[in-house]
C-alpha cells in the first residue's frame, strides 16, 4: 500500500533572499568550501528540509521544487516509500562492494524487466561508481575494450560530467580550456538544434543534414576522422538546453553506427527513470542501443550509477573496471522502491499528462512576453529558451527570471548555450494545483521582468 504524502502547500517567501539564518550558513559554506560551488551562487538559501514538491529554508521560505536535486529526487523530496525502503536495508547493511545481496538483486531484476523486451535477455549490468560520470567513463572503456579502437565521437552541446575524462566527452569549452592532457581521440559533431540550426538551415531547408554530415565523414577515406569505438549521445541535451533530438536524427544515427558497427552509447543520466514519459528516453526513437548508462534518479535519491550493455561486448576481465562504492545497498533498496512505486503507480501517465500540462502553459506565456523563445522538452524535463529584451542579452533576462521567480517561490535552474535557457525538473509526481502554481508564478515573473525592461528603455530607471 503506497504511503500517503503530507498534505501539499504553497509557496511562501517571507523574508529577503538570503534570510537572515540562510545567510549565516551561506557565509561559512563561503569561508570553508571549494569556490566551485555552484547553486548556492546564484539560489541563495540554507535548505532546512523538504516534502514532496516543497523545499523548505531555515528562515521558513517555501519553495516549489524545479529542481528536484538536478533531477535525482524523481519523486520528490522525503517520499515514504523510498525512505521506507533506505531505512528497512539500513539495518541490514549500507555497503557490500559487488557481492550479491537480495537487495542488489530486486534492483538488477526490476530495472532489466523496464527495458523494451527484445533487449532484456540480451542484456547485462554493471554497477560502477556513484556518479553519471562513473557510468559514462565505464561506457567508454567497455566499447573500448570490445571494438579495440580508441576514439569517441560525442556532439556539440552534450554534457557527460567534468571529470578528466568526461569533460572530454562534453561540448561546453569554457570548462576544459585551461586544462590539458584530457582523453585525446574525441571529435565533436553537429546535434539536431533546430532552434538554431548548427549548419545554418532553416528548417524547410533540413533533410537532417546535421546527422548526414556525420555518415559523410565516416564514409569519406579523406575525411580525417577514424571509425571510434563508440557514438555517445544525449536524447534530450539536459546542460546544453533542454533540447529534444529530432527524431529522424536518432534514427539516421543509428543507422549510420550500426552500418559501420560502432556501438552506440546513449546517456540517459537525466533523461532515465521516467522523466521524460518512458522510462527510458530511448523507448520514444524506436531504437535499441548497445549502451544505456544510468545514474541520478536510479537510486531512489541515493548515489547510484549503472551501465546495460549488450552482452556481446562484455569483453571485460576480472578486476576491469571497478569502484568502491559501486555496492550502495541503500540505493539498491530505495531505487528497487522507485521503479516499483513508478510500475504501480502510473506514474508515467502522470509525466505525459503534466507535461503536457506545463508546456501549454508555457505556450501560452510565450504568447504574451516575446522574449521567450522556443518552448522544447519531453515529458517533465521542459525548458524555454529566452531571447535578448532590449539591451539585456538573452542570459541576462534569464538571469532576471530566474531571480524575479525565486522571490515568488518558485526554484529552477538555467542551462543552454549561454545559460538562457530556463530549465524546469519538477518532480514525476507533480500535482495539477502545484503545476497551475508553478505557472502562476512564472506568469507574475515574465511580468516584472517585461515591466522592468520597459522602464529601462525610458530610461526611468538603469
Known amino acids: 500500500m503506497t504511503q500517503q504524502l503530507p498534505l501539499r502547500r504553497r509557496a511562501a517567501v517571507h523574508t529577503e533572499l538570503p534570510g537572515p539564518r540562510s545567510q549565516r550558513l551561506l557565509e561559512h559554506q563561503a569561508q570553508v568550501e571549494s569556490s566551485a560551488r555552484t547553486y548556492p551562487r546564484h539560489t541563495p538559501i540554507a535548505v532546512a528540509g523538504g516534502s514532496g514538491s516543497y523545499l523548505t529554508d531555515l528562515d521558513g521560505n517555501v519553495f516549489l521544487d524545479f529542481l528536484s536535486g538536478a533531477g535525482v529526487l524523481a519523486l520528490g523530496h522525503n517520499y515514504p516509500d523510498l525512505v521506507a525502503a533506505a531505512h528497512r536495508q539500513l539495518d541490514v547493511h549500507p555497503h557490500l562492494l559487488d557481492f550479491p545481496t537480495p537487495a542488489k538483486q530486486e534492483f538488477t531484476d526490476r530495472l532489466i524487466r523496464l527495458l523494451p523486451a527484445p533487449m532484456r535477455e540480451r542484456t547485462k549490468i554493471h554497477f560502477c561508481g556513484p556518479t553519471g560520470a562513473d557510468g559514462i567513463d565505464a561506457a567508454v572503456k567497455l566499447c573500448k575494450t570490445a571494438t579495440g579502437r580508441g576514439?569517441?565521437?560525442?556532439?556539440?552541446?552534450?554534457?557527460?560530467?567534468?571529470?578528466?575524462?568526461?569533460?572530454?566527452?562534453?561540448?561546453?569549452?569554457?570548462?576544459?580550456?585551461?586544462?590539458?592532457?584530457?582523453?585525446?581521440?574525441?571529435?565533436?559533431?553537429?546535434?539536431?538544434?533546430?532552434?538554431?540550426?548548427?549548419?545554418?538551415?532553416?528548417?524547410?531547408?533540413?533533410?537532417?543534414?546535421?546527422?548526414?554530415?556525420?555518415?559523410?565523414?565516416?564514409?569519406?577515406?579523406?575525411?580525417?576522422?577514424?571509425?571510434?569505438?563508440?557514438?555517445?549521445?544525449?536524447?534530450?541535451?539536459?546542460?546544453?538546453?533542454?533540447?529534444?533530438?529530432?527524431r529522424e536524427f536518432v534514427e539516421r544515427v543509428r543507422k549510420i553506427t550500426t552500418a559501420n558497427d560502432i556501438p552506440l552509447i546513449v546517456d540517459e543520466v537525466q533523461t532515465g527513470c521516467g522523466r521524460t514519459g518512458t522510462w527510458f528516453a530511448f523507448e520514444q526513437y524506436g531504437i535499441e542501443p548497445e549502451v544505456i548508462v544510468a545514474s541520478k534518479a536510479i537510486g531512489g535519491g541515493h548515489p547510484a550509477s549503472v551501465i546495460l550493455y549488450d552482452r556481446r561486448l562484455d569483453g571485460w576481465r576480472p578486476g576491469a573496471h571497478t569502484g568502491t562504492f559501486r555496492g550502495n545497498q541503500l540505493a539498491f533498496a530505495a531505487g528497487a522502491a522507485l521503479m516499483a512505486a513508478v510500475t504501480r503507480d502510473r506514474v508515467l501517465d502522470n509525466v505525459i499528462d503534466l507535461g503536457a500540462v506545463l508546456r501549454r502553459g508555457l505556450l501560452e506565456l510565450q504568447s504574451r512576453h516575446r522574449f521567450l523563445g522556443e518552448v522544447r522538452g519531453l515529458g517533465l524535463m521542459l525548458g524555454v529558451e529566452l531571447t535578448d529584451l532590449g539591451s539585456w542579452s538573452s542570459s541576462e533576462v534569464a538571469q532576471r527570471l530566474r531571480g524575479a521567480a525565486l522571490r515568488r517561490g518558485l526554484l529552477f535552474e538555467l542551462a543552454g548555450r549561454n545559460d538562457n535557457v530556463a530549465r524546469f525538473l519538477p518532480p514525476l509526481t507533480l500535482g495539477r494545483d502545484e503545476a497551475a502554481e508553478a505557472l502562476e508564478i512564472l506568469g507574475a515573473a515574465c511580468a516584472e521582468v517585461a515591466a522592468y525592461a520597459a522602464a529601462a528603455s525610458t530610461g526611468s530607471i538603469e
Open 151 to 246: 576514439d569517441v565521437i560525442a556532439f556539440h552541446g552534450g554534457f557527460h560530467g567534468s571529470t578528466q575524462s568526461t569533460i572530454a566527452l562534453t561540448g561546453l569549452r569554457g570548462s576544459k580550456e585551461h586544462l590539458t592532457n584530457l582523453l585525446p581521440g574525441v571529435a565533436f559533431f553537429p546535434y539536431s538544434y533546430c532552434y538554431r540550426c548548427p549548419l545554418g538551415l532553416t528548417p524547410d531547408g533540413c533533410e537532417i543534414n546535421c546527422a548526414q554530415y556525420l555518415d559523410n565523414m565516416l564514409a569519406d577515406p579523406n575525411g580525417g576522422v577514424r571509425r571510434p569505438a563508440a557514438v555517445i549521445l544525449e536524447l534530450v541535451q539536459g546542460e546544453g538546453g533542454v533540447i529534444p533530438a529530432r
